[in-house]
């Protein structure tokens, strides 16, 4: 089976508002094995709002409507309801009653226009809103030769999620079959997003009952699997074994097999091997202790760091030759060496990390361009260094910065 969730109200197409609710909605479908297909956001025009619902009907068995139920005159969601379904919208006398007992309970007047709440599209079985003055309504109709369950909730979250989960949801379980959604959430970092399809694409394509998306975005690839069964087993083993393979592919480049980030992954690593880790960073300035630091339980392996920016301070607190950086420059491999050398043996961690780059957008020379960063590992007896030119504006080359240094330290962990 498959919904459209339509999201309806003119501010939600606006930069100051956002739908969260179709979050939550498909959550909760997901859990009862119904996948969401389509989410549309439609202004309060009623003509705009029909055809959507319109669309809606001819390519989804299931149509949740949020919003639009209110008393006021751009509240049109059941007028359009019904237009598109070709019935007509009658007024229930019992939601009268209770809305005006409501505003006497509460010592207010009730306007004329809450009326409009009591309006009932023909054939809809009424859901009451505990948490509010407008119903939803629940439909099991037909359109042109096919079946179809239509719901209609209010848009404010305190009543659209509490009456969907306790009115719509168990509904839906009375009429559909058992179906049960599996996901999986592979992440890979330092492999391009078509690089990632090239490698997997032969491998996912034989799996045509599992739903495979590939996300690219905050320096790494999202790999999301997703099964539907009629048992949560049988969904659950498809998923994991197409998993398996693309891990075995992936090889390196995979770093989370169940949604973990890679500075959770990294701190595991840190603690099953009784590590510490120490950083010096000038051009991600403090990007990559901000982000370690930002996992709960991250000082029982992280020790610290230092933002070393000027040339003084890399001597000064990491103990890099004045000499050194006079021969090579500040953004050298040699100076970055020194500088995961020098953090280490400051804080006396197990590990130090050492970042030196041009940022941009200013700094950058011919021989040195803005993206040019030099990332260095010291651990054990060893301390190497990668050369790295990343594109981009200033943040976007120092949050790459601080996923290579990461991801360094993962694979010398590992």
């Not at 859901?127 to 030769?145: R, V």
């Not at 074994?241 to 097999?257: I, N, P, Q, T, V």
């Amino acid at each position: 089976m498959k919904c459209e969730i339509i999201a309806v109200g003119s501010e939600l197409l606006t930069p100051y508002r956002q739908d969260t609710n179709s979050l939550y909605l498909t959550e909760k479908l997901n859990e009862i094995g119904v996948a969401v297909a389509f989410k549309t956001i439609v202004g309060d025009k009623r003509r705009d709002l029909v055809n959507a619902v319109k669309t809606a009907l001819g390519r989804a068995d299931l149509v949740a409507v949020m919003g639009g139920l209110g008393p006021t005159e751009d509240d049109l969601s059941r007028e359009a309801v019904a237009e598109a379904l070709g019935v007509s919208v009658r007024r229930d006398n019992n939601i009268v009653v209770e809305l005006a007992a409501r505003f006497a309970q509460r010592r207010m007047q009730m306007t004329d226009n809450n009326l409009k709440q009591a309006d009932v599209i023909d054939g809809a079985v009424v859901l009451p809103n505990a948490n509010g003055t407008a119903p939803g309504l629940w439909l099991d109709t037909k359109y042109g030769n096919h079946r179809k369950l239509v719901m209609l909730v209010p848009g404010p979250p305190g009543e659209c999620k509490p009456l969907f989960a306790g009115q719509c949801i168990p509904r839906l379980k009375e009429i559909l079959p058992p179906r049960y959604i599996a996901k999986r959430v592979l992440k890979a970092t330092m492999i391009g997003e078509s690089a990632a399809d090239t490698l997997l694409a032969p491998i996912y394509m034989k799996y045509p009952d599992v739903e495979t998306t590939i996300l690219a975005g905050n320096c790494e690839i999202q790999l999301q699997l997703f099964c539907t069964k009629p048992s949560l087993d049988a969904a659950q083993a498809r998923v994991d074994e197409l998993a398996s393979r693309m891990e075995e592919a992936l090889d390196l480049h995979l770093f989370s097999s169940t949604g973990e980030t890679l500075e959770q992954i990294v701190l595991f690593y840190l603690e099953l091997k009784r590590e510490t880790l120490a950083v010096a960073e000038s051009c991600t300035g403090g990007l990559l202790a901000q982000r370690v630091t930002s996992i709960s339980g991250s000082s029982r392996s992280f020790l610290g760091g230092a933002v070393v920016y000027s040339n003084e301070l890399k001597t000064d607190f990491c103990g890099v030759p004045p000499a050194l950086i006079e021969e090579h420059g500040a953004v050298s491999p040699d100076v970055a060496e020194a500088m995961a050398r020098g953090i280490r043996q400051r804080t006396g961690a197990s590990m130090g990390v050492g970042i030196t780059g041009i940022a941009g957008p200013n700094g950058g020379t011919e021989e040195k361009p803005v993206g040019l960063v030099y990332i260095a590992v010291s651990y054990g007896s060893k301390t190497e260094s990668l050369e790295c030119n990343f594109r981009g504006d200033r943040e976007r080359i120092r949050q790459w910065a601080s996923q290579q240094a990461l991801d360094m330290v993962r694979r010398r962990l590992m």
